[in-house]
């Protein structure tokens, strides 16, 4: 299992050929309380960098990039009712939805723990 | 006991005496619903004597449901209200890209003349031939103000004129059989409503970065054209307070790569009287009267935003309009050839017509000018006065209307932007525009426009740096708790947008759907 990061802040959890996205902790933050979320549906067909989700936070709304090509197998239905799990637990309740890997080669190009924690230092 | 329609007794029902406490000044306003019964009606209706329905079958057959008050009750509960209210007519209006200008009383003394204000919009043009002539010449002076080729006044408001100058771009570029070009050009420093016109029309919209100076780099826009791009929509003044200094190598740049260059007026109060954008190379820009023209900013309505048009788009402006003919004045109703249908029925909101105008004759173009420089001096007032604890993003040109501010003056007092504007009602002024633009981080824009005194500039500014004070000596507390001197305290505003009450409910029903 190894988590991966982008730019814009999504992390991606891959596990064999799935993986599980959401945001990070630092975009929780940043963004403050999460009211809304909008999903995606099971089954689309995304490229690497296509809108996937939108988060909407009192703030702002924010799309929400696929960091990685591939189907779209489960969504998090459980933010319909309770998208604060985004801000209280980013990276394990809250997470937005998993996606089969087509282009797995594709992880290598996304940030690393250290990486990521270098830029939002 | 007479009986209404609805079969409910005339009478006060159990009205509550509404402010509560003694609260004359200050009151506690319930709901409608809350101060009568819905059992009685407040309104003595003579008895219906012609049972014969004449609906057919239509007429309502369930309870009206609504509260039964006398004409006094309803009426003192709006007043109540409205003294909750805030105004541009209780006090200073800082809030930054909105122009919240004085609404002169002579516009109104005007929007009240029975040529306009008891007319319709069906009854026949020879007997509207005043109201025609005041549109004719509104719209004369738009063209004039702008240096532009056509105007379509009817617009209602300023996203709806900015979708309009869109589709005349749409419709031109069509026309010419190019209707591939499916990209528009959205600065970063453009309003919201840009990118989300663009999107509902089709267009994919693309970012152009802003340079470190908060304005538009003319490289960056001939970067991103190609074949693909429609057009660009660039707001001039931008929303960072700055004129942008390469706006005409800009449009010549879309031009040459065979695009519009869309304007968002939105800030034109800036420039009016002083810089004629089609001067600049736009080819259509929208122009709020509410803000620019001094029109009521109103309760989201009514607003009007017409839509100047450079000659390469006038053929494409839509009905109606007043044309001149020999005879007097005619309205053209119908569209010929390529242009655009009706974007609104009838011919638009005429009050704010004839209020627009009102302002333009009594200022005169010295004396609209002089308010545009006014409103820019004032901007540069409040910036100069501040910027000494107030940290200013981009302090190396002079602002145009408005000031910016960001909110690193603030960091490590544990005060946000908005804890600051929430602080700022406790003082007498309604807040600055909080988080917008987007650039920068916190962003307080502030703009006061023409109609402040210096006296009230001060005013706001020994405010302004009396609570910067406040909160870089540490007193936290004063800003998290704020409004205390406010009708309401802070709202919740996640448990509002997660849970939004919308419709009101009876109390028993809302107590039968929790069992």
Known sequence: MTTKYTTDHEYIRVEGATGTVGITLYAQEQLGDIVFVELPSVGKVMKKGDEAAVVESVKAASEIYSPVSGTVTEINTALNGEPGLVNQDPHDGGWIFKIQLSTPTELDGLLGEADYAELTK | ?515
């Open chain 2, 1 to 515: 006991m007479s009986m209404n329609t609805q079969g409910r007794p005339t009478g006060t029902g159990n009205v509550t005496s509404s402010p509560a406490n003694g609260a004359a000044l200050l009151p506690n306003e319930p709901l409608l619903f809350e101060i009568g019964d819905t059992e009685h009606s407040g309104v003595d209706l003579p008895d219906v004597s012609i049972k014969r329905d004449r609906l057919g079958g239509f007429s309502r057959t369930l309870p009206l449901d609504l509260a039964g008050l006398t004409e006094p009750e309803a009426m003192r509960h709006y007043v109540r209200l409205s003294r909750l209210n805030y105004s541009i007519d209780s006090g200073m209006y800082p809030l930054g890209s909105c122009t919240m200008k004085h609404n002169p009383r002579l516009n109104e003394k005007m929007a009240r003349l029975p040529g306009f204000a008891d007319i319709h919009p069906l009854q026949p043009v020879s007997t509207v031939q005043g109201a025609l002539a005041l549109m004719d010449q509104l719209a004369h002076w738009l063209m004039t103000l702008t240096n532009t080729a056509a105007v379509a006044l009817s617009p209602k408001a300023g996203a709806h004129g900015e979708l309009l100058g869109m589709m005349a771009i749409k419709a031109a570029q069509t026309a010419r059989g190019e209707g591939h070009r499916k990209v528009v050009l959205v600065p970063e420093s453009a309003h919201g409503t840009n990118p989300a016109t663009a999107a509902f029309l089709g267009y994919s919209v693309k970012a152009i970065p802003a340079r470190a100076d908060g304005t538009v780099d003319v490289t960056a826009v001939r970067e991103a054209l190609s074949p693909d791009v429609a057009a660009i929509m660039l707001t001039n003044p931008n929303t960072c307070g700055l004129f942008e200094p390469q706006v005409i190598e800009i449009a010549e740049a879309v031009h040459d790569a065979g695009a519009f260059f869309y304007c968002d007026g939105a800030n034109f109060n800036a420039i009016m009287g002083v810089v004629r954008p089609g001067d600049l190379g736009i080819d259509a820009m929208h122009i709020n009267l509410h803000k620019t023209f001094s029109t009521p900013h109103g309760g989201g309505g009514p607003g009007a935003g017409p839509v100047v048009l450079s000659a390469a788009l006038a053929p494409f402006a839509p009905v109606p309009f007043v044309q001149r003919t020999e005879s007097g004045l005619e309205l053209v109703e119908h569209s010929e050839g390529e242009a655009l249908g009706r974007i609104t029925a009838f011919q638009g909101q005429m009050g704010m017509y004839v209020r627009a105008l009102t302002y333009m004759l009594s200022h005169g173009s010295d004396g609209l000018a002089q308010a545009a420089k006014d409103a820019v001096l004032n901007a540069n007032y409040v910036k100069a006065r501040l910027q000494t604890v107030f940290s200013v993003p981009f302090p190396d040109q002079p602002c145009m209307h408005e000031a910016l501010f960001d909110d690193s003056f603030l960091n490590q007092t544990g005060v946000s932007t908005l804890d600051f504007a929430k602080a700022l009602i406790d003082k007498g002024f309604h807040p600055m525009t909080m988080y917008f633009p987007l650039v920068v981080h916190g962003a307080m824009l502030v703009e006061p426009t023409e109609s402040e005194s210096k006296q009230t500039l001060d005013q706001f500014c020994d405010v302004m740096l009396e609570l910067a004070s406040d909160a870089i000596a540490g007193n936290m507390q004063n800003f998290l708790s704020a409004p205390v001197n406010a009708p309401r305290r802070r709202m919740d505003e996640t448990r509002a947008a997660r849970s939004p009450i919308l419709k009101w409910e009876r109390e028993e029903v809302v107590s039968e759907a929790a069992q």
